[in-house]
């Protein structure tokens, strides 16, 4: 999900996978953690991403007054940094331990802010693509097209984390990218919303998103893996920096209308359940990449675009073509490949004599 984070239910510490494992140990998780959390990371993660599409899609089509996209973003990292305090509230047990990893972790670490500042630039920035895509794209097409951030992430995680990709890794990469090709061919998606569309608009905002998606979140994973500071703690450093740039995105995209119509002006229910799965979403983003492996993470995103698909074409009309279809198959496909683990994605690699053209070549 986008992402948005991309990208589920009440996250207010009981949850499972916001308690468990332990996020303050930071150790990485090995046989202690169960396939039961991982088969509810992964229900929670494929839900959430295609309620998340479809919903963002239908706020985005419906013929009512349009709200600031800018500002639903900059809320969502407002919601997120609460819930993370929260959260660091009840792992850390008192109010008091609170207020000194605020002071030693957040506020006395201008340094540490300034790293996880540089992630906090690029998912606003795709944040406010996938607003763009999904403005100008079908859900399903767009779910499918954004998979295009595969095969960007493997390269970000074998230039910046020192892994390297098997032949079959790399074959499910050229797979995913034939499939995308054939979901984009023809292109006649008829649908019951009305709006004015402009496709190379949205596919050029996809482009971005992927490009961000994939440095952004090879750069946050290796700087929550690098260390032993509280997941939490991480977070704030990150959605602090976000609420910064979030809200200088609205000043300089929508400052004069916004000065007009009012910061939630055109918000409905509908618009804040968007925010609301974005916010949680965020969150469980996290956690992902801390705990959990790339099958998880590859059975997720197949699922949620199935049931994307099929939430489209009930919902908005959508016309499933052969040619969709098959390259939506090849893409579900190549994910799973592409997820079959062949190490200890957990951690990050020792850094080796290697170059990187020969870890890009390596299998």
């Known amino acids: 999900m986008v992402r948005w984070e991309e990208r589920r239910g009440a996250a207010d510490g009981s949850d499972p996978a916001l308690s468990a494992p332990s996020a303050g140990t930071m150790s990485p998780p090995k046989e202690n953690v169960s396939l039961l959390f991982k088969l509810y990371c992964l229900t929670v993660m494929t839900l959430v991403a295609a309620t ?3 919903a963002l899609r239908y706020t985005r089509t419906v013929d ?20 993370s305090v929260g959260i660091l509230a009840k792992e850390t047990g008192s109010l008091t331990r609170l207020i000194t990893s605020l002071k030693e972790n957040v506020f006395g670490s201008p340094t540490e802010l300034l790293k996880l500042s540089v992630p906090s630039l690029v998912y606003a920035l795709q944040n406010n693509m996938a607003f763009v895509a999904l403005s100008n794209l079908d859900a399903a097409v767009y779910q499918v097209t954004y998979q295009l951030k595969i095969p960007c992430t493997a390269l970000c995680t074998v230039l910046m984390l020192n892994r390297t990709l098997s032949k079959l890794q790399w074959f499910s990469v050229f797979m995913l990218c034939g499939g ?3 979901v984009q061919w ?25 490009l961000c998606s994939g440095f952004a979140g090879v750069y946050f994973e290796k700087v929550v893996k690098s260390s032993d500071t509280s997941l939490w703690v991480r977070n704030i450093q990150m959605y602090l920096s976000g609420i910064l740039v979030t809200l200088f995105g609205v000043y300089m995209s929508d400052g004069a209308q916004v000065h007009e119509k009012g910061f939630f002006y055109g918000y409905t229910y509908y618009v804040w359940f968007v925010i609301f799965l974005a916010s949680v ?38 016309q499933i073509t052969l040619t969709f279809s098959v390259g939506a198959f090849l893409v579900c496909v190549s994910i799973y490949l592409y997820g079959l683990p062949r190490q200890d994605t957990t951690k990050i690699q020792p850094s080796e004599t290697k170059s990187s053209k020969e870890r890009l070549a390596t299998v």
Not at 284 to 308: E, P, R
């Open 180 to 182: 995308v090709t054939l």
């Open 281 to 318: 979403g965020g969150l469980y983003t996290s956690v992902v990449v801390k705990y959990t492996d790339n099958i998880m993470k590859g059975f997720s995103a197949a699922a949620a675009i199935v049931l994307s698909t099929v939430a489209s074409y009930i919902l908005f009309g959508l």
């Open 64 to 83: 009512t007054e349009l709200y600031f996209s800018t500002t639903a973003v900059c809320i969502t990292e407002v919601i997120k940094l609460f819930l």
């Open 186 to 210: 023809k292109p006649a998606q008829a649908t019951k919303v009305q709006v004015e569309q402009n496709p190379w608009l949205g596919f050029g905002a996809i482009a971005v998103a992927v």
């Open 52 to 54: 998340y599409t479809v």
